[in-house]
């Protein structure tokens, strides 16, 4: 594992700041390669990563560890929790480690005083012991083929949009195959013409 120092200026870069999600983020990264063994994370093809935030902490595990959405190597689990579990795909040991919410506190004290509340949660997330920053639970996470890194585990397509669903995303119902989008509703509405948002054809772009 390369120096804390060297990792946190590296999750900056991708991030774009320097925050105390980029502090625990970098910390977590460290710790949870370190619980399972995992010496050089962004060379290893054992490591999978499990977040369960979307905030800034997120981009500092993605840099610590090499693991990304496109690689399969990073899951996004919408849990709105600052933890992650890391596995080790080659041994089986898994560990969840969730930022503790009482670390705040405790943090001025590894701080100059008078130091404002940013201030002492960089200076006291970076050096405070990883008991009082972090839970840590051993757990059983056996991922199923179809989140697996590597080539797609299938691939079909809906019977109502016709979108190629991959790796079994599919919903099957009454013999019949739907993306999720046409089984459950879609995160989107599709607009037609005449709404606000002009229907464009690509080839005029
Ligand atoms: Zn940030
Ligand atoms: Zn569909």
Wanted: charged fraction near 25%; glycine fraction near 8%; include cysteine.
């Amino acid at each position: 594992m390369q120096a804390f120092d060297v990792l946190l200026k590296e999750s900056v870069a991708l991030h774009g700041h320097l925050c105390p999600g980029q502090v625990i983020g970098v910390r977590m990264g460290i710790l949870g390669c370190t619980l399972v063994g995992i010496e050089d994370p962004r060379r290893s093809k054992s490591l999978l990563v499990y977040v369960e935030i979307d905030r800034c902490a997120t981009d500092a595990l993605q840099s610590v560890t090499g693991c990304t959405l496109g690689r399969r190597t990073l899951k996004y689990v919408d849990y709105g929790k600052v933890a992650a579990t890391f596995l080790n795909t080659q041994t089986g040991r898994a560990y969840r480690v969730l930022a503790r919410d009482d670390a705040r506190e405790p943090a001025y004290a590894y701080a100059p005083p008078g130091a404002s509340k940013q201030e002492a949660q960089l200076q006291g997330y970076s050096v405070m012991p990883y008991d009082e920053l972090f839970r840590v639970r051993p757990v059983l996470l056996q991922p199923p083929e179809e989140d697996q890194p590597g080539h797609s585990a299938s691939r079909v397509a809906c019977e109502t949009c016709g979108e190629g669903v991959n790796d079994r995303r599919e919903v099957r119902a009454e013999g019949r195959v739907f993306c999720r989008a046409c089984a459950h509703g879609a995160y989107y509405q599709p607009l037609a013409a005449g709404s606000p948002i002009p229907v464009v054809s690509v080839r005029d772009i």
